[in-house]
């Protein structure tokens, strides 16, 4: 019996570490990150409050009920020769311990009402972000003017994370800065500003969560769902997809950068520039052999993950490219299916730009072994949207 | 302890049937998996399940009316019988409840945030992925998915062969209750004709369910996949149809036992389980033609 | 009441006999002992078969990067772990303590409805074979989660009809068995066996029994649009076409949720009749203990959307179910003060039961704590899909639902064997278990707190230490129940003679204590004696 009030001291030195650890970052290293973030938004916040209120209530219970049962078991055992009492009911105290439950309860409803309808009042805010979950990547679009509006782009896990992922990568994960939690391109935000997060999905389900802005949100596809944030200080925040969406689930990270509001604008501009650019490049020919290793790049980020690194897909799932029949078929069709899907193929047109959409189907057609010999240049592109 | 006193609980023993069912079973099952994967043989399968499955029934019902009519069950195994089947129409009701549980929710709550006129949650659906819809029931979604070339379709009207499968399935209901105050009478003729009255209703209402589903496939642009309106209307007209099917083969069954001069006016489970299983498919098409037809 | 037993070539009564031999004994049995170890046996050897797929799962995690198994693997692994648990090694083993004891319990001779229970038993083994094989099959088994969840699911290859089909077998034999149940108790009660003298397991399993017939049809009915919306281009879960993935998600926790009582109700009835027998008391508050399962029954009816927090329903939704799914805390509550209160100026001894019940009320006590906090809607933003819902789950449901499961296991096996069993064994057993399984799931709250998503194969370094203690405590446990599995064999071999008490004072507590250990093959040829009933505490 002794072994079983150890074990019970054992739980609530545990616990008491819990309620005492640091709150600190989500993100923070090793066995101090043991709570919940306390958060850098007003939802987090409130959240995080709600959560060490009901976690010390049921601390409260916990003491109570484990309390008498440790008293029970020392006291009112055989080997010491007690004699049974034989009550069984005793109306008074039933009553008793079903109201005052049923009061707590009440207790912990209202503070709890109050924080979801804050969280759920999205109302008046400066900016709007649509965020598209993809199999294994998120899509930015920001949608309000003067805050960046037309910036749209992907951002998928950061290639060093990717490359020590791969099973029998024997990269220890250790020496990669902010293994899977980093991304290529980053969402960045102003801080100080209401921003909407609107929320879909272009294949199957996704959630979009960052623990430090204190909730997750499905991304379904067909629907759009929302919610806001609001982040008190510039940095960076990083969180994961948290609803299974299929093998790479576990490899599509959220970075989220939050600058002051003069770097937020100088960030705006240089995109805007950088999206100029990306429009000059399209109109220039390319050789074969460009578009084969860029393509090569652009298949490994965008189709590998279904099809296979090597074009071997997954039989009856993930067609092959490698000898298919798209591949070695006639060019326009096979651009139309890259750039508009088809059943679980996703549409790429909106995904790729015109010279990535070039490159990745040359470089399909002449890869793998399956080597047709055709190419299309990136200004032909745009006659197949 | 006699072996057949009446005051005894029957415990049979030796049940080789079920074995039976589950090995038929699961190679109709597994043979229908094969089928819609795309295999050949699958079919095959499909077929020598069901064989083994009807085989089963025929023998483990037979074996039942056997025990039946040579006594071996006193009131307790009747009522255990009798509870038996109640809470097996309770599970049927819980399966139609899930498909209407689908037509509300689609109806009511998704077609709404769809067409964005709802909470504030989905107001931007509308405005961002569904530009031009509106929810007006029926429909078959945003994406005008099946029906006619373009995309539209007819919805199924109620007043037409609808109205007069209410009017036949009700009928029915009455002519089963005539056969029961035969039975309970004695009077087996009308208990004869109560049973074929009833069967004849019931192969009927399949019958023109039947041209009904025709007619939607060949001329109306519905189809099982003209989007929500034609998911819901065929699942759920398609498995109370099922449902009709099975009933009507259950009061023949009665209706043959019947003629051989099965059942008394104090023993005649089969017959109340029909009738009550009958009046169950009667009451979920009471509310298909309101849900689905009419409203 | 007496009892006739029918042979088909033997126009005489065969029980004297007892069963006939060989393998088809078991295949044609009728006997409710027959097949509530059918049941029992199925239940265990399912253990070990999801417990495997847990230790790949946490081989995996046990250090960050992939060393073991492809993601994609992974994701099958979960599945079939969670499908496995759930369908083949709780449910079954319940099914069997309600074949093995029911009938002992309320002085019947079988169950009502003989030859449907040898059918309900029987689908089993052919749905776990067809599950099994998906393994195999081209783009490998369901991966999308026990949810089964559109559109994922939708990406299954082959195994997608067959994981539908499974589920539909599944679901007919629950139904069968659960009607079974409910017609035997309201049935075949003896005579004076009122619906208040039942002990608190038969109780807790008519409601049990209530919610299956209730809740497996809706699952066939939603799995079924899975198979159409696949197959025969339905609309049920794809917006272009008017429909609605998260439809499938309401249709799938109004099973979901009642089931995961279903998963429990039965513990309480263990637990229940485990800690008045080694407290040498009776129960206390029999009929709060009754109306509370009731409550908590009929709730599990209504909070089902309580799983579905983070799908963007409408503010009323979101706190309509929160306030629904606070309320279960009281009549559970109420459970554990009664559980108390029966402890409270008892004669306690600790035998391996007795242990698994006490650690039980400690535990499970605990993922209810959990489960209040994550009632709270606003605050389940943060804890949902996380490993904090893996420690949560995992605690009502192994130191839960399997630890009342051992706990019926060493109370009842000296009735079922004539044995008793090596209590240094089930000692060990029970110390081993019980430190193995809080060193695997606790840690795990505090992983999912600090943001670790759940269903992932892979984390981020700063979860590697909580995961290898995780993992050391998983495999120490897997590997436990080895002594369990020979704590078992040796008690079917031999031993120690059991008395019809087998524990003391235990007559007052039920029926099956009047029985010789082993009973007879048919339990109650004879209906108890009136005394033995008004009797009973």
Not at chain 3, 7 to 14: E, G, I, N, P, V
Not at chain 3, 302 to 316: D, E, F, N, R, S
Not at chain 3, 437 to 456: D, E, K, S, T, Y
Request: charged share 15%; net charge negative; glycine share 10%.
């Amino acid at each position: 019996m002794k072994k079983t009030l150890q074990l019970l001291a054992g739980f609530w030195l545990v616990l008491w570490g819990v309620a005492n650890a640091e709150t600190g970052s989500g993100t923070g290293v090793g066995w101090g990150a043991l709570n919940l973030p306390a958060g850098v938004t007003p939802d987090s916040h409130d959240i995080h409050d709600l959560h060490m209120t009901i976690l010390w209530i049921c601390v409260g219970i916990g003491i109570l009920v484990y309390g008498i049962l440790v008293y029970s078991l020392i006291h009112h055992r055989k080997s010491k020769g007690v004699v049974p009492a034989t009550f069984h009911e005793n109306t008074k105290l039933e009553i008793v311990w079903t109201i005052i439950p049923f009061l707590i309860l009440i207790a912990m409803a209202i503070p709890a009402t109050k924080v979801m309808i804050k969280v759920y009042d999205t109302s008046a805010s400066d900016m709007t972000i649509k965020v598209t979950g993809y199999q294994w990547k998120w899509r930015y679009e920001y949608l309000t003017e003067g805050e960046g509006k037309g910036i749209d782009f992907f951002s998928s896990l950061d290639a060093k994370s990717n490359e020590a992922r791969q099973l029998g990568s024997k990269i220890d994960p250790a020496t990669v800065e902010h293994y899977l939690l980093n991304v290529d391109k980053p969402l960045v935000i102003p801080a100080n500003k209401k921003i909407r997060i609107l929320l879909t999905a272009a294949d199957v389900l996704h959630a979009w969560w960052v623990p430090e802005f204190g909730w997750k949100k499905d991304a379904i596809p067909g629907f759009i769902t929302d919610g806001w944030i609001k982040v008190e200080t510039p940095g960076v925040y990083r969180g994961q997809c948290a609803e299974l969406c299929g093998r790479d689930h576990g490899f599509m990270p959220i970075v989220v950068i939050v600058k002051t509001e003069d770097e937020y604008k100088q960030w705006v501009a240089a995109e805007k520039a950088k999206q100029d650019a990306g429009k000059a490049d399209a109109s220039k020919p390319l050789s074969l052999d460009e578009l084969v290793a860029k393509g090569k790049e652009v298949y490994a980020s965008n189709c590998a993950a279904c099809h296979g690194l090597e074009g071997e897909g997954v039989p009856s799932v993930f067609p092959a490219i490698k000898g298919s029949k798209v591949a070695l078929g006639p060019l326009a069709d096979h651009v139309k299916l890259v750039l508009h899907g088809k059943a679980a193929m996703p549409a790429f047109k909106e995904h790729l730009s015109d010279v990535e959409a070039a490159a990745v189907v040359t470089y399909q057609r002449n890869g793998f072994g399956n080597n047709k010999g055709d190419s299309i240049q990136p200004a032909d592109i745009q006659a197949y949207k | 302890m006699a072996s057949t006193t009446k005051d005894a609980y029957y415990i049979p023993h030796k049940a080789q049937w079920p074995i039976f069912g589950s090995i038929g079973l699961s190679t109709l099952l597994a043979g229908f998996a094969n089928y819609l994967n795309g295999h050949g043989f699958g079919s095959t399968m499909m077929i020598v399940g069901l064989g083994i499955l009807v085989t089963m029934l025929f023998g483990w019902f037979g074996t039942v009316i056997n025990e039946s009519e040579n006594g071996i069950f006193n009131h307790q195994v009747d009522i255990s019988f009798r509870w038996g089947m109640m809470w097996f129409i309770f599970s049927e009701v819980m399966f139609f409840a899930a498909f209407f549980g689908a037509l509300y929710y689609t109806r009511v709550l998704s077609e709404s945030w769809l067409a964005g006129d709802s909470s504030f949650s989905y107001g931007s659906t509308k405005e961002l992925l569904w530009q031009g819809f509106t929810a007006v029931w029926p429909n078959n979604g945003p994406g005008h998915v099946g029906g006619l070339e373009d995309g539209t379709f007819h919805p199924m009207g109620a007043w037409g062969l609808p109205a007069l499968n209410t009017l036949i399935l009700l009928s029915s209901g009455a002519t089963v209750t005539w056969a029961h105050w035969g039975l309970l009478a004695e009077n087996r003729a009308q208990l004869i004709k109560g049973l074929i009255a009833t069967v004849i209703l019931g192969f009927s209402f399949v019958l023109l369910q039947a041209t009904e589903y025709h007619e939607a496939y060949s001329e109306m642009g519905l189809t099982l996949g003209t989007g929500i309106y034609g998911s819901t209307f065929f699942m759920l007209t398609g498995f109370h149809g099922l449902h009709v099917t099975i009933g009507a083969i259950f009061l023949t069954v009665v209706l043959f036992r019947s003629i051989r001069g099965h059942f008394t006016a104090k023993h005649h489970f089969a017959f109340e389980a029909a009738a009550w299983y009958w009046h169950f498919v009667d009451v979920v098409w009471l509310g298909l033609f309101i849900f689905v037809y009419w409203l | 009441m007496s009892v006739t037993t029918h042979d088909d070539t033997h126009a005489h009564d065969h029980h004297d006999h007892g069963p006939a031999k060989g393998f088809m004994r078991w295949v044609t049995t009728t006997n409710h002992k027959d097949i509530g170890t059918l049941y029992l046996i199925t239940g265990l050897i399912m253990f070990f078969v999801g417990g495997a797929m847990a230790l790949v799962i946490r081989a995996e995690l046990f250090e960050p990067g992939l060393q073991y198994v492809d993601p994609h693997f992974f994701n099958q692994m979960t599945t079939l772990h969670a499908l496995i648990m759930v369908f083949g090694a709780v449910m079954p083993a319940f099914a069997g303590l309600a074949n093995w004891m029911i009938p002992m319990m309320i002085g019947a001779p079988d169950m009502a409805l003989p030859r449907m229970n040898n059918w309900s038993f029987w689908l089993l083994p052919f749905s776990f074979v067809m599950l099994a094989s998906t393994l195999f099959m081209d783009g490998g088994a369901a991966a999308a989660g026990w949810t089964l969840y559109p559109p994922l699911v939708l990406q299954t290859g082959h195994a997608l009809p067959f994981t539908v089909f499974t589920v539909h077998l599944l679901g007919m034999s629950s139904i069968m068995a659960a009607i079974n149940i409910i017609v035997t108790v309201f049935n075949m009660r003896a005579p004076g066996m009122t619906m208040m003298k039942l002990p608190l397991f038969v109780w807790t399993w008519v409601i049990t029994a209530f919610l299956l017939i209730a809740v497996m049809p809706v699952f066939a009915g939603a799995v079924t649009m899975l198979l159409t919306d696949k197959f025969f281009g339905t609309s049920f879960f794809n917006a272009a076409g008017g429909g609605d993935p998260v439809l499938y998600q309401h249709l799938f926790w109004f099973f979901g949720h009642p089931e995961v009582y279903i998963l429990i109700l039965p513990s309480f009835g263990i637990i229940s009749s485990i800690i008045p027998t080694f407290s040498r008391k009776p129960l206390f508050g029999y009929s709060s203990m009754v109306y509370a399962t009731a409550s908590i029954g009929l709730l599990s009816f209504i909070v089902w959307a309580h799983h579905q927090y983070t799908v963007g329903m409408p503010l009323a939704g979101e706190l309509y179910f929160t306030y629904a799914t606070m309320l279960i805390a009281v009549p559970t509550g109420v459970k554990v003060f009664n559980w108390l209160a029966t402890m409270w100026k008892g004669a306690m001894t600790f035998e391996t039961p007795m242990l698994y019940a006490i650690a039980f009320v400690v535990l499970f006590t605990m993922g209810g704590f959990t489960g209040l906090m994550m009632s709270i809607s606003p605050a389940d933003l943060q804890y949902h899909d996380t490993y904090f819902i893996v420690a949560h789950f995992h605690y009502v449901l192994v130191p839960g639902a399997v630890f009342a499961l051992f706990a019926a296991t060493y109370y009842w096996l000296p009735k079922w064997t004539g044995h008793m069993y090596d209590e240094r064994l089930g000692k060990l057993h029970f110390w081993l278990t019980t430190i193995s399984v809080n060193i695997c799931f606790f840690p795990q709250h505090f992983v999912g707190l600090a943001g670790m998503p759940r269903r992932i194969p892979d984390y981020a370094v700063q979860f590697a230490e909580f995961n290898a203690m995780s993992s050391v405590g998983a495999f120490v446990f897997g590997f436990s129940q080895l002594i369990f599995a020979y704590v078992i064999y040796k008690a079917i071999q031999g031993g120690e003679k059991a008395s019809s008490e087998v524990w003391e004072g235990a007559e007052a507590h039920g029926l099956e204590w009047h029985l010789p250990s082993p009973p007879p093959y048919h339990s109650w040829t004879e209906a108890p004696a009136q005394a033995l009933i008004s009797d009973l505490h």
